[in-house]
């Protein structure tokens, strides 16, 4: 009942933003919408009309104006991906986390209903998936992570086989997330990590404390093994944060096996097999799953890593400090899809657009972009319902907090900020291109003591 319910609301969503989910389940069949493209030439043209993309194009279309910028995104619906944890955690519904498109495209600029598929930065053009192509003087990558859910073993086709197995990454999958917990009965509720960088580092382990919370609250908890199997051989890989979630999870009996990667699912007998990594010779264990999690390995998303704007790893190759690419000075990047060395969030990209605003502005006037981006990321780590340490750090891993206080604690302040507060300043002020993160109220806060 539950797996048909969560189905049919996936099914519906899949209606109304096919291409997420052919991105997230299949990787290939972006929809597009039907709108015609009158004009194929911008001075600066984006790619990718999520977080980064849709910020960039408000604060460009208000420099530049009318006719100026061009942005090509598949989707006709824009989604907030962080709220996914709340929905898998049954605190909102996957419908609040979507708008249109439309909606969220700045006026001036114009909305390009394509994918591109061939970058070619030698000639400053973009071919699209209709097979237009875009000339750009100024190019902007923005096109996200891509979930490789095929890359496992039984996936992607055992999340319709099984309504205990579920996933907050795709939006065809985080609905399942609260009635599999619901519907837990006890035995192992499991939780994982993949072997590659992903997006929200923190949340696998997010929707792990507030299942152990649903079932400690529902009595559940003393027939329940809550594991995190994760590929890395850390919890987090900031240590201030790191040590106060040792202490979480300690405190809360949760089992962490490090350097365990998830290669296959067999929902049909609910075994879950994993690696250990770097054991010698190559050791495999399967346990027995009653719930199970899982985040997918990433990657760059194909057209970018069969591009010569990728690095070796199929990043767009991007100085760290100022978001240009390291060869092309006329192409830049911004969020996910950079090998920018830092945690992959929507607050990076608030970090970033800033940066890239004045990085691209001095470029515009042929002077060299000086270097301002300090790596901030952050990541509200919920641990339960009603509380959350919110971390905040740069580069170095050095914590970069906005409060005068310790946010290293579980706070109930910090929960309402992630789940009331948060997606207000995205939707109102990240995507009108009025939000470059918290440094200045840090500054007030810290009476200018700060960075
Ligand atoms: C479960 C979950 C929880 C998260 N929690 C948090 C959190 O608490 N805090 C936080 O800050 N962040 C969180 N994030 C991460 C955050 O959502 C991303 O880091 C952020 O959206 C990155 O923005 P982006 O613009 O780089 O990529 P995206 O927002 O993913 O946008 C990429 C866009 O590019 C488009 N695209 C891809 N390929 C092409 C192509 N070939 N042509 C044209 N367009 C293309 C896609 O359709 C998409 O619209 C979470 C993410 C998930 C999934």
């Not at 790619?47 to 006709?76: F, N, T, W």
């Not at 619906?77 to 996914?84: E, G």
């Not at 250990?276 to 027995?288: A, G, I």
């Not at 690419?325 to 830049?332: A, E, I, Q």
Request: proline residues 6%.
């Amino acid at each position: 009942m539950a797996l048909s319910n969560s189905l049919r609301q996936g099914r519906r969503l899949l209606c109304q933003h096919r291409g997420a989910v052919a991105v997230a389940i299949t990787h290939h069949d972006f929809s597009t919408s039907s709108q015609q493209q009158d004009k194929h030439s911008f001075k600066c043209l984006i790619v990718g009309g999520g977080a980064g993309g849709i910020a960039m194009a408000a604060k460009l279309a208000r420099k530049l104006g009318k006719g100026q910028v061009g942005l090509i995104e598949p989707h006709e619906n824009h989604v907030y991906q962080p709220m996914w944890t709340l929905v898998g955690g049954g605190l909102k519904k996957m419908e609040q986390s979507i708008r249109p498109q439309s909606d969220v495209m700045p006026k001036n600029c114009q909305w390009i209903a394509d994918t591109a598929e061939k970058f070619d930065p030698d000639n400053n053009t973009v071919v699209t998936g209709k097979g237009h192509e875009v000339k750009y003087e100024y190019l902007i990558l923005a096109t996200g992570i891509q979930l490789n859910y095929h890359l496992i073993k039984g996936l992607p086709e055992g999340f319709k086989a099984d309504p205990q197995l579920c996933s907050n990454y795709s939006m065809f999958t985080a609905p399942k997330t609260f009635p599999a917990i619901q519907n837990f009965q006890g035995g192992n509720a499991i939780f994982t990590f993949p072997n590659t960088p992903i997006k929200c580092a923190g949340a696998p382990q997010k929707i792990m404390y507030l299942a152990e919370d649903y079932f400690r609250k529902n009595g559940k908890r003393d027939s329940a093994n809550v594991i995190f199997n994760t590929s890395l051989g850390v919890i987090f890989g900031v240590k201030k944060y790191a040590d106060r979630l040792t202490d979480v999870y300690k405190s809360r009996g949760i089992t962490v096996n490090f350097k365990h990667n998830l290669i296959e699912v067999r929902p049909e007998k609910r075994e879950a097999v994993f690696e250990v990594l770097e054991s010698d010779p190559k050791e495999t264990v399967t346990f027995n799953y009653d719930m199970l999690h899982v985040t997918p390995p990433m990657s760059g998303v194909d057209s970018v890593r069969n591009s010569a704007l990728a690095d070796e790893n199929g990043y767009v190759d991007t100085v760290k400090e100022t978001l240009q690419h390291k060869k092309y000075p006329n192409v830049f990047g911004i969020g996910d899809c950079t090998n920018v060395p830092t945690s992959k969030t929507a607050a990076a990209v608030a970090g970033q657009c800033g940066v890239l605003l004045r990085t691209i502005s001095a470029v515009m006037k042929g002077k060299t972009p000086k270097p301002r981006y300090d790596g901030y990321t952050s990541c509200p780590l919920i641990t339960g319902y009603g509380k959350a340490i919110l971390a905040e750090f740069d580069f170095d891993g050095q914590p970069l907090e906005t409060f005068p206080f310790d946010q290293g604690r579980e706070m109930r302040t910090m929960y309402h900020l992630k789940k009331d507060i948060m997606p207000e300043i995205y939707w109102q002020m990240l995507l009108k291109g009025l939000w470059n993160g918290p440094r200045v109220y840090r500054k007030m806060m810290h009476l200018g003591l700060s960075r």
